[in-house]
């Protein structure tokens, strides 16, 4: 499907599968198009705090679009949501007053506070200046703080049709 077409699409979604390096671009519930794409360098499966470099899982919605990005473009997701925040608490990880930030932040339908121990700053982004090395490699190669990278041309695919609000779904 041309970029023409995908700005036609209604009711966007993505799924991003870990496991399988694949971002999956849904509208209406139907595949429109799948992607490569490359997490954090640590693989673990839940994300503990700021610095862990952990993709997360999770029901995500786009809190922001950053068109100049070190990376190129930039989607953040709404990490850490409630939930998230939630089980950081019960496991001491955080704080009442953390918890209670993140939690008014995803109430308000805005990106979450970036300075408590669980972090922000998660999304999906471009590849920059290396785009044309990465995208070209036979193999995944696992390289952000936790992020989700597509090559430069999807995510200029992905900043055309996302907005703020489209549900991101993250799994293992």
């Given at each position: ?88 608490l019960r496991k001491g990880y955080i704080?009442?007053?953390?918890c209670a930030r993140i939690i008014e ?67 293992h």
């Amino acid at each position: 499907m041309s970029r023409k077409g995908l700005k036609q699409l209604n009711n966007v979604s993505i799924l991003i599968d870990r496991k399988n390096y694949k971002l999956e671009l849904y509208s209406e519930n139907n595949l429109i198009k799948t992607y490569k794409v490359v997490f954090g360098q640590n693989n673990g499966s839940v994300k503990k705090s700021a610095n862990d470099r952990v993709t997360p899982a999770g029901k995500y919605f786009v809190c922001g679009i950053d068109s100049t990005h070190k990376y190129y473009k930039f989607i953040h997701i709404n990490y850490p949501n409630a939930h998230d925040a939630a089980e950081a608490l019960r496991k001491g990880y955080i704080n009442e007053e953390d918890c209670a930030r993140i939690i008014e932040a995803g109430e308000k339908r805005i990106c979450p506070p970036e300075d408590t121990p669980l972090g922000s700053g998660i999304g999906i982004h471009g590849i920059g200046k290396y785009d044309y090395i990465f995208r070209n490699l036979p193999f995944a190669f696992n390289w952000t703080n936790g992020s989700a990278a597509v090559s430069n041309r999807d995510i200029d695919e992905l900043c055309s049709v996302v907005k703020i609000g489209t549900p991101v779904t993250i799994i293992h």
